[in-house]
């Protein structure tokens, strides 16, 4: 349905943080934004069980309405802001929302990354469109760079830190030495970790949000389950200060790469150069560096999360509803992945990076030989190696020897550790974390 | 004229560095967006008086065109882009195309900044429109993330580094101790400056891009000629250091800040806590903070000029206006400065900043405070001191005290420095610089 009416009528489903903030943006703050919006956004419906928080808002008890349906028969209603998340009741709601021809808001990354290309399929029978801007990066445009301000490039490399409560922990890591239980706990009491941080930590909302981002970026749709995840749950202090000792700051990344015909996904934990824009990324603030074949390297920053923030992204989206963009661009933009063909996601193996490694051995001589051997076996060649002297009277402990690579692949890598992890001086699992380098501009 | 057709027409206007790429984009690259940008645009025209650079480039010699008037009359042809410079010819072409019932695509900041309004009127009054992404932070796409991603926001302030000639001489004298002269000297041989860098470093060029932002930002028409411009050229390495030791980063930064009813307009070299993200920004490379009442911080950074990433934002400009969203929101939105009020630019003398003051003055007992006296008649308050040891066997000399205020108005500080200036003690006319804040984000 291409609205350009001049209001477009809005029914909010979910009124936590997200929507609370939504509501109050098209109530209270509605000057804020002030003539420059152009077309009026008018609140007609806030549905939720509990209106607890909508109450301490202050909102307008009128605009509560308990059923959907009541929303979605108010023929004044053009567009429907899905903010209660989770992949089962929200989903139902969408499907509700675009069958009874309402364009759709939401900013939940979980549905669209699992279900995505089948809801857009559903708005394009029905004529409507779902605009989920919010759904990464929180207040930062990031996907209208990739569908509108970069139409021009083919995009090459996706670099995102696009989780906040990783990215503070890290940051609280990186700067205060905190370990990441003790990091964890602080970003708990200051509220920017979830009770249950599974989600965030595991690195598992990062692959949502990468899965949004590079099907649009680079027209293909992503099989969530081929993207390959590390969290930073089992991150050692121990390595982050090996890392800055070499020059490097660990950030969680969600990497999208263009590599021959393929397209290389994954999250993990990733050493980057202290001199790459994105290592000034700190506490709970979002970045995505983008590089396009025509402009090269591009970046966007800003709060990722947080219900003003979120609430600015769907308030945009509700405003290019309301102009009638959001549904041109739905319509005639070949990024959409309903109607894209598969990426090829190549396998993790496939990966070709620099690596860090550390090697917990036995302080004998001829070791790092033999681990030297493995590698050079494998195709792996070594950039450097961090050896300290052992601690006085505690020469019998492992040692641990910090090796980094020169780019190698990630399957070769696996393979070597294997064989150097059975080897009877070493005595723990070698840790294995990626070193990005600033991608080659191709200008 | 609402274009929504799959094929739109383009007509460049002026074949050089960024004319030139544009075509590339349009055709030996087109596939590289390969199928995400939906309609299709065609190349149809290149008028220029000199072929030279296109033929360099390899362009189909069918597509010159030598009378603009041809390339108008042409049915087929939805787009003008205007890529000559300057403000009399490419006026009087931009005006024909509009008359002709082509929409307009420029990167022309000049122009804008002294005409914007006059020609965003033509073209409402012919029913085309004018896009220009590319006339601001080149490849970044900054005005789409103003009138759009942030279009809920009240906006509070814009910080930007606007001007990669001057970033690229800035970052010199920073990191290799260059003075301007050196620094300027190597830019130019290294062709980010021009053999007459006037435009650049005299700070022209950043304050054209700033009213052109402010205007879209704040809703407000932006007298040019009351923009206050302070360049690099004068800058003391000294100062560049001392500031340094203090924390700080020297930009040039084009400022525009909302204070009370008013509008802060200027550009002028500033320090910047190192901790800013604007003050990792290096080499050529631009960046805009944007400080949104509701998103609070979100940063935009890439390239600012170059003929690739210029042409990015021209071709994202023509897919806009193809998929007629252009249209859309140049009809609709409250923000082009031909439908809004003047802004109520406010006299520098009502900015309110932290400085940085550095006095020469006779090593004598007394004198510092002579000026703290001065400075506190006029409500200023000193917020640090930093005076070296004279060097030995040279007492004579004058001494440099560097000051660093609290936040006071500019005006005081003005009437302050012309008393401290006339004192017998004080040897040459005092260097002040502002000192940029974080902006207190309103979350």
Redesign the interface.
Known sequence: MTQ?ASTLGVAIVGCGTVGG?TAL?LTR?AE????????RLELRHVVDVDYTHARELGLDEALFTAELEQALADESVGAVVELIGGTTVAKAVIEHALRAGKCVVTANKALLAHHGPELYALARRTGTCIAF?ASCA????IL??L????????IDAIYGIVNGTCNYILTAMTRRGQTYADALAVAQADGLAEADPALDVAGTDSAHKLAILAALAF?GRVDFDRVPVTGIDSLDLRDLRNGQELGYVIKLLAIAIRQGEGLLLRVCPAFISQAH?LA??SGPFNAVSVY????????????GA?G??T???V??DL??IA???AQ??FD????WPDR?APANQLPLSDAESRYYLRVMCDDHPGVLARIATILGRHDISISSVLQHEPMPGREADAVPVVITTHRAMEGNVSAALGEVNALDVVQAETVCIPIVEEYPED?
Chains 1, 2 share one sequence.
């Open positions: 350009r903030q943006l703050e804020a934004a002030g003539s420059r919006m152009g077309p801007e929180g207040g930062v445009p209208r760079a569908c509108d301000g970069l139409l021009a490039n083919r027209g824009p000034w990324v396009g074949h025509a402009t090269g390297h591009t970046m966007y920053y800003g709060r947080g003003r923030p609430a600015s992204a308030v945009a405003a290019a102009l009638g963009t041109r661009q005639e933009l070949g990024v894209t200008m």
